[in-house]
């Protein structure tokens, strides 16, 4: 049972253009939702995150949107850089007791930015 | 620099094998996680722990177990390896507090031959 969707395994756009990654969930107790994104040979880098109280959070080129209703969450990048070429995971999280969150993760979708 | 280590970096092992994986968390992280990359999967949680106690399981095998030491590092142990143990494993810290957003390590790629 796979609570956290990235339905796209690879997305490619031009330099400069916006990028949009998506992301589904269908376990409604998720109350906060965050993006990282891992280059090869590294470990998951956190970049964005927004709580389920809000529908936007936005931080320089990254912009994330939360639609509850929907339970559906998408990264905007824009400008898309080649820099941002790279595996971006959408986390939910949700409090699981105690001083505990626990996030689970989506398979993840391959961004490459071409110049 | 997430500021959470992880070593080896890499390791080679035959089936059969039994192998250590350590951590050290971020300064002042009480939490440890535990996660493993499978090709083509995301990243599946295996455990956590906190100030040295078991807190919460994931999808971890009986073959694999783990803890966290009083200066707060970490050793994911895995025995009886098999072929599809073959993976990335990746160890996160978090605070006590704000513990939602987690700090990743580089990884460990294990390949059993």
């Known amino acids: 049972d796979q609570q956290v969707k990235q339905n796209s395994p690879s997305l490619s756009v031009q330099e400069g253009r916006i990028s949009i990654l998506n992301c589904d969930y269908t376990n409604s107790m998720f109350d906060y939702f965050l993006w990282y994104k891992k280059y090869p040979a590294e470990g998951p880098t956190f970049l964005i995150s927004i709580s389920s109280i809000k529908d936007k959070n936005e931080d320089g080129r990254f912009t994330v949107f939360l639609n509850k209703s929907a339970k559906h969450l998408s990264l905007h990048i824009v400008p898309s850089q080649p820099g941002d070429s790279a595996v971006y995971f959408c986390a939910a999280s949700a409090y699981s007791g105690g001083s505990n969150y626990k996030l689970t993760f989506g398979k993840g979708t391959l961004l490459t930015v071409n110049p | 620099d997430s500021g959470v280590t992880q070593t080896p970096k890499h390791l080679i092992t035959a089936t059969g094998q039994r192998v250590t994986l350590r951590c050290s968390p971020r300064s002042g992280d009480l939490s440890v996680y535990w996660y493993q990359q499978s090709l083509d999967q995301g990243l599946q949680f295996l455990i956590q722990y906190y100030n040295g106690e078991e807190r919460a399981k994931g999808n971890i095998l009986e073959r694999f177990s783990a803890q966290q030491f009083p200066d707060l590092h970490s050793e994911l142990n895995l025995s009886s390896l098999e072929l599809g143990d073959s993976a990335l494993y990746f160890c996160?810290?978090?605070?006590?507090?704000?513990?939602?957003?987690?700090?990743f390590g580089p990884g460990t790629r294990l390949l059993v031959l």
């Open positions: 996160a810290s978090s605070p006590l507090r704000g513990g939602e957003t987690q700090y």
